[in-house]
């Protein structure tokens, strides 16, 4: 079987090859982006016959309704009614009445009508009669219909109503054998989409027996005039004069469910020749204005989405249950779930199928209710900028009234005032249910979570003439709930850049240049083969190659830009780095740059290798015995101050970046080992944090400080983050460069340019994996961003292996946090001549490298993006330099060599930095 998934563009987003049912039901699933394209998709299926059969489902933006209002309204009112009654409930999904008012308008529609009265009108008080007859045959006798077997199928929760959070139990009970798809979805979906509903009739009218049922047009037997005249109608006389009907006109009906012998055997695709009359009287109509009911008698709105008690509720999902379940010889399965914190009822179903037959389990629900809780109400998104209206609704179905005081958290994320004249501490009585208000503003795009508090409190306040009463349970709801921010407004954005050039360069050599990236990867992907690098050498050089495809693989995989190809490519360098890698394992699970020829393994090269083979277990075998030995081995390296030791030798010592003394190094295996998903209580971990705190007081190296930022954001440590980080943003080796942002490290003997971009790294790490911190949103990320890309090499890389490895992982991050699956935006270059260069940048054309030459090498130019997504522009001059040597320290060694050419004289000077290139040629 083959099936595929198409989006709203025709595009093709997802394919599964070669799938095998399992018992008639196949089990797939598809990513969706949270920037999935709106509009209805459809998922096809070919059998191995190419048969196929489609379904489509729609993917928009919607706010689930929090309850249902039916109507009862009589289907047909005769003349003589002087009153009808009209009935309208509202409830909510978890059957509490909806208070309120209603507002209802009955509209009547006129019809016109025609009253035919013969001139001879016949007894109605005459007695007739009459005789029936039916052929009963004894031969040749034909067996009409078939039997489908239905499993009996029977779902039930052990208790109807359970509390948010609760444990609960689905009994499933089926045939000996069956598999069984489950499912439990809150009702608020099916109020919202009612016919998504499954029953039996709708999975055997998709059987292709029905393909054989009915006739072809040459062999259908047709009546010219099927119909009685209207003589024997209306009671005509014969020869008697005929007046004009308005609305009587015979009119032929084919009634496929018309149970008449003909019909029975033409459903069956059998063809009868007989004499006998097999067809019933064909239904003549009455031709007149159809009557149309102005309301049904049902019309939903929809249900609700509510929270849980003392702990904080905040797991929501629409769809609480979804599993394919085999069922045992016993014929019963017991599933054992977590009532989510949804206040709603969750309508669960299931279908079986076997080897005997197919069926479908009557629904069953289960209510998840609490008698004290509070409901948010919010927009699906706000666009940045905007303001809404949050709406609090605290509801008390206790037997006494109680005093509630409400409170929303404060958040970094989003500034919020009280509507005016509100009060935030009010009486609830029993059965009723106040609503509390806040103007809310946020200041972050993404998910921004919503926490709002509520309890009973005490009082001697009289409320509705009684006394305000503490419950001794339950009487406290917390619920946090997000609201999507999203940038949505498309006006035009202008900024300038000017372009200087430096006192000396070579007359005429300067050239300008703009560049448009959709992706600021988008560089480092141009050059995909050469980041993409098959490992070898000794355990440092094999690393040098092998690190950089995993973070290559998560960018592009987070993304949704991993091909087929590049995947095989990468894996197969991977898997050949881990296997030449274990050739450099010692006994004792370290690694070291010759293996067992060493006397020992090093700290620092057994932390990346274990931090690299941790994130290359998503992609190829890693046996998880090499990640546990190498951590036991750095357990066996911590000091009693919890920093560890820096043991074993490593050759090249450029490979580790800035890590050189005992904090650093600690600091970053402390990093590693939390990427690894170790907690923070660990008590090898524990013990380094310690040190690393106590070391950070008198710590004011940038690259130190950028370094143990991200580390205690990885720890969770939200203070010493902020600390950091804020120390970092005040520090004066900051440097803000236009739009762009990175740190300096002073008095280093290492080339710079490497650590600058290790720093600037690390602190962007530090934005990205914890929670958004006030000031350092995205835009100053995206500072960090801005300069990083222009530190890369022709290749996508960077100068040294360390900084290659960081920066990519940073930009990796980076990018798969902003990445959006559509977008357009058309940008406009204008130089200070006026003259215009177009861009355009959309989802085919995000990853292309764009760039034109400029007239003018000098001067401000002016740039004007307009439409939906993140484009990175860059405009720059290069002028030919004239680089005037100095003069060398002593530590330099110098090697000059003097040719005389015909046309010119060269002098090149090779210089070695030999106290960082030790060992190693």
């Not at 008590?683 to 400080?705: F, G, H, M, Q, W």
């Amino acid at each position: 079987m083959i099936c595929s998934l198409i989006d709203p563009n025709s595009n093709r987003i997802g394919q599964w090859l070669n799938q095998t049912t399992r018992i008639g039901i196949l089990d797939l699933s598809h990513s969706m982006s949270p920037e999935a394209a709106q509009g209805f998709y459809m998922i096809t299926a070919w059998d191995d016959k190419n048969q196929k059969i489609s379904h489509t489902f729609e993917i928009k933006e919607y706010v689930l309704p929090k309850y249902e209002v039916n109507i009862d309204f009589p289907s047909i009112i005769t003349s003589q009614e002087e009153e009808v009654t009209l009935k309208v409930c509202a409830k909510y999904t978890y059957g509490k009445p909806v208070l309120g008012s209603v507002i209802a308008e009955v509209c009547g529609q006129s019809y016109g009508y025609f009253v035919w009265r013969p001139e001879s009108v016949p007894s109605i008080c005459k007695k007739y009669s009459m005789m029936v007859c039916y052929p009963l045959h004894t031969q040749n006798c034909y067996l009409l219909g078939f039997i489908t077997v239905l499993l009996q199928v029977s779902l039930k929760f052990s208790s109807p109503t359970e509390l948010p959070g609760e444990r609960t139990s689905l009994n499933l009970e089926a045939s000996p054998g069956s598999l069984c798809s489950v499912r439990a979805i809150d009702e608020s979906v099916l109020l919202l989409k009612p016919e998504a509903e499954l029953d039996a009739a709708t999975v055997l009218g998709m059987l292709p027996v029905q393909i054989l049922s009915g006739y072809p047009y040459n062999i259908e037997e047709w009546e010219p005039n099927p119909c009685p005249y209207p003589e024997s109608v209306f009671g005509f006389a014969e020869g008697a004069r005929r007046k004009r009907s308005l609305f009587y006109y015979p009119q032929y009906y084919n009634n496929f469910d018309d149970n008449d012998v003909y019909n029975i055997f033409k459903g069956v695709g059998i063809k009868i020749a007989t004499n006998s009359d097999v067809k019933a009287p064909v239904v003549c109509a009455y031709s007149g204005p159809e009557m149309r009911p102005e309301m049904g008698p049902e019309m939903g709105l929809g249900p609700n989405v509510e929270k849980r008690t003392q702990k904080i509720r905040k797991f929501f999902p629409e769809t609480w249950i979804w599993d394919l379940i085999p069922v045992g010889k016993s014929g019963y399965v017991d599933l054992a779930k977590t009532v989510p914190d949804t206040i709603t009822k969750w309508a669960a179903g299931a279908f079986c199928t076997s080897r005997v037959g197919f069926g479908v389990a009557p629904k069953t629900d289960l209510t998840a209710f609490k008698p004290f809780f509070v409901s948010l109400t919010l927009p699906y998104s706000v666009i940045r900028g905007e303001t809404f209206t949050l709406k609090a609704t605290v509801f008390n179905y206790l037997p006494k009234c109680i005093m509630v005081k409400v409170t929303l958290a404060d958040s970094p994320q989003f500034t919020a005032q009280p509507c005016r004249g509100c009060t935030y501490t009010q009486c609830v009585c029993s059965e009723e249910s106040k609503t509390f208000q806040w103007t809310v503003a946020p200041s972050e795009l993404g998910k921004v979570n919503i926490t709002v508090r509520t309890g009973a409190v005490r009082s001697k306040v009289l409320c509705d003439n009684e006394v305000v009463t503490l419950p001794d349970k339950g009487r406290t709801d917390t619920v946090m709930q997000s609201v999507l921010v999203e940038v949505r407004d498309y006006q035009p954005h202008e900024t300038s850049v000017s372009l200087t050039l430096p006192t000396v360069f070579v007359k005429d050599s300067a050239k300008s240049f703009v560049t448009v990236l959709g992706d600021l990867m988008g560089r480092a992907l141009k050059n995909i083969g050469d980041l993409l690098a098959m490992p070898y050498g000794c355990g440092e050089q094999n690393m040098l190659r092998f690190a950089p495809n995993i973070y290559i693989l998560q960018y592009l995989e987070s993304s949704g830009q991993l091909t087929p190809e590049i995947k095989d490519q990468a894996i197969t360098f991977l898997e050949s780095g881990y296997q030449r890698e274990l050739t450099y394992k010692h006994d004792d699970g370290s690694y070291s740059a010759f293996g067992r020829n060493d006397p020992s393994g090093n700290t620092w090269l057994t932390a990346f290798v274990m931090k690299s083979f941790s994130g290359a277990k998503k992609y190829i075998f890693i046996d998880q015995a090499n990640i546990d030995q190498a951590k036991n081995w750095l357990g066996q390296q911590q000091q009693s101050n919890g920093c560890f030791a820096s043991v074993g030798k490593l050759f090249n010592n450029m490979l580790k970046g800035g890590v050189n003394d005992e904090v650093t190094l600690s600091a970053y295996i402390t990093a590693a080992l939390l990427e690894l998903g170790i907690q923070e209580t660990d008590p090898v971990v524990a013990k380094s944090l310690v040190c690393l705190k106590e070391s950070s007081r008198n710590i004011d190296n940038t690259y130190v400080t950028a370094l143990l930022s991200y580390t205690f954001t990885l720890a969770g440590d939200e203070e010493m983050r902020q600390t950091l980080l804020s120390n970092l943003d005040n520090f004066l080796a900051l440097v803000i460069s236009g739009v762009g942002r990175y740190w300096t490290l002073a008095n280093n003997a290492q080339p710079m340019g490497s650590v600058e971009v290790e720093t600037s790294a690390y602190v962007l790490l530090a934005l990205l994996s914890g929670p958004s911190l006030p000031g350092f949103g995205l835009n100053y990320s995206a500072g960090i961003v801005h300069w990083l890309s222009k530190q890369q090499n022709a290749n996508g890389g960077f100068s040294s292996t360390q900084d290659t490895v960081v920066a990519l992982q940073a930009l990796a991050q980076y990018s798969a946090a902003t990445y959006t699956a559509e977008g357009f935006i058309s940008i406009t270059v204008t130089s200070p001549s006026g003259q215009r260069n177009q861009f355009t940048v959309n989802q085919d054309n995000r990853l292309l490298y764009q760039e034109k030459q400029l007239q003018e090498a000098t001067g401000t130019y002016n740039l004007r993006a307009k439409g939906k997504g993140c484009v990175f522009v860059q405009v720059c001059a290069l002028p030919l330099l004239i680089h005037i040597l100095s003069p060398r320290n002593s530590s330099s060694r110098n090697e000059c060599f003097h040719h005389v050419l015909t046309l010119m004289s060269v002098q090149t000077c090779v210089i070695f930095f030999l106290q960082w290139i030790r060992g190693i040629t």
